[in-house]
Structures are given as C-alpha cells and as structure tokens.
C-alpha cells in the first residue's frame, strides 16, 4: 500500500472529521492526524500543519493520535 496523512481540522466546516477517519478506514496506510486549531485546507492556512505535510514527503510517518503542534 501507499501512506497516506490526511490532515483535519475540527474547525472544518466543510469536511468534518469523521469523514477523514471514513476515508482513512478504506486506505491502507492513512493516518489521520487532527487539530483543534485547524479548519479547511490546513496544509495552506497553517504553518505547523505545512511541515508536517514537508516532513512526510520527506519520509516522516506520523502514529495515529499525534498531536501535530
């Protein structure tokens, strides 16, 4: 399989968060990494959300229930 972060933010009004963890269910590999501080396109809107997305093309592979920042 492919690994897969998907970022989350429980501010999203546009994509909830459950349905990260949907999408995650159905990809072997995902990892769904959330924040409260988040809302929709993290990886744009947030600095720490951008490096976690840089480190993970860089090989870094988050557990699930890390806390991002």
Do not use: M
Request: proline share 10%; with cysteine.
């Amino acid at each position: 399989g492919v690994d897969v972060l998907i970022l989350s933010g429980l501010l999203d009004p546009i994509t909830p968060t459950p349905w990260a963890h949907l999408a995650a269910a159905g990809l072997d590999g995902a990892v769904v990494v959330e924040s409260a501080t988040w809302s929709h396109v993290p990886s744009l809107a947030d600095q720490c959300a951008a490096d976690l997305v840089a480190r993970f093309f860089s090989g870094y592979r988050p557990k699930p229930g890390f806390n991002p920042c």
